[in-house]
C-alpha cells in the first residue's frame, strides 16, 4: 500500500548533493594527488562517503517503510536524503562520525521514525529492518570491486587505502548492526517473531543496546576478535589487511604515519 508522494517530498536535499560534492572533489584530490595534505583528503573523502552510507541506510529504511504501508514517511522528509530530517542527528551522524574517527569502527546510527502501526505482515517488519545493513552490505560491495575484480592497475596507492578503509567501516557498520541486540536492526528483524510478552519483557532494554555494544567494544579482548571477523570478511573480498589499516593510518592523519603506509 503507497500513496501519491509530492515532487516536493522525494526531491533530493541540498544538503545531501553537497556532501556528495565533497567527497566527489576530496576523492579527485586524493587520485590526483592534488590535496598538499594527503591524509586530509582520505579524511575529507571517507568522511564525507560515510555520511552519503548512513544516508542511504536510512533511506534505505524509510522506502521500504512506505511501500509496506507507512504512508507518512514522505511528509517527514526521509524520502530527500536530508541527513538534518532524521529524529535523531545525534544518533544517526555524530556519534556514528566520531566512532570513525576515534577507532575506525563503522558504528550504525538509525534514526529514522517509522510508523509501525500502519505496516502489517511480520515479513515487512523484518525486511525494514534488514534493508539498512544491506544497504551498508552493497556499499561494501561497491567499495571492494576494484580488489575482488582484480582491477587494480592504475589505481593510485592512497585512493586504493582509502577504498580499503571504507570498505571496513562499510563491513562493521552491516555486522554490528545485524546483531540480535535491541535497538539494533538485527533485534528489528527477529522481533516480529517473537512472542507479545517476550517483546514486553525486553523494550524497557532497548534504549541501552547501543549503549552496550559501545561498551564492549572498548573491552580489548572484544575489539581484538571483533577486527579480527572484520579482516576476515574483508579479505575474503580482496582486501588486504594492511591496506584497510593504511587506510586508517591516512585517515587519522593527525597521528604520526606509520613509514610503509606512507610510501607511495
Not at 83 to 100: A, C, E, M, N, R
Not at 127 to 133: E, K, R, V
Not at 187 to 208: D, H, K, N, T
Amino acid at each position: 500500500m503507497t500513496t501519491a508522494i509530492s515532487r516536493r517530498d522525494r526531491r533530493i536535499s541540498p544538503v545531501f548533493l553537497g556532501i556528495v560534492a565533497v567527497m566527489a572533489v576530496a576523492g579527485w584530490a586524493v587520485w590526483t594527488g592534488f590535496a598538499a595534505s594527503t591524509g586530509f583528503a582520505v579524511f575529507l573523502f571517507v568522511t564525507a562517503a560515510w555520511i552519503v552510507s548512513l544516508c542511504l541506510h536510512e533511506y534505505a529504511h524509510a522506502r521500504t517503510a512506505l511501500h509496506s504501508g507507512d504512508i507518512t514517511i514522505g511528509a517527514k522528509g526521509y524520502l530527500t536524503l536530508n541527513p538534518l530530517k532524521y529524529t535523531h542527528v545525534l544518533l544517526s551522524i555524530v556519534l556514528p562520525l566520531v566512532f570513525v574517527i576515534m577507532g575506525g569502527i563503522g558504528l550504525p546510527g538509525g534514526a529514522v521514525f517509522i510508523e509501525r502501526g500502519r505496516i502489517q505482515g511480520r515479513w515487512k517488519h523484518s525486511l525494514i529492518s534488514a534493508a539498512g545493513p544491506l544497504t551498508n552490505v552493497l556499499f561494501a560491495v561497491v567499495c571492494t570491486a576494484p580488489f575482488w575484480l582484480g582491477a587494480l592497475d592504475g589505481v593510485p596507492t592512497p585512493f586504493r587505502y582509502a577504498l580499503a578503509f571504507l570498505a571496513l567501516l562499510q563491513v562493521s557498520a552491516a555486522l554490528l548492526n545485524s546483531l540480535p541486540v535491541p535497538g539494533l536492526d538485527g533485534y528489528g528483524v527477529l522481533e516480529p517473531w517473537l512472542s507479545y510478552r517476550m517483546r514486553r519483557q525486553i523494550e524497557p532494554y532497548a534504549p541501552f543496546g547501543l549503549l552496550l555494544v559501545f561498551a564492549l567494544l572498548w573491552v580489548p579482548e572484544v575489539n581484538r576478535v571483533f577486527f579480527d571477523v572484520i579482516y576476515g570478511i574483508t579479505g575474503g573480498l580482496g582486501v588486504g589487511e594492511a591496506e584497510a589499516y593504511c587506510g586508517r593510518d591516512l585517515f587519522q592523519f593527525w597521528q604520526a604515519d606509520v613509514p610503509f603506509c606512507a610510501a607511495p
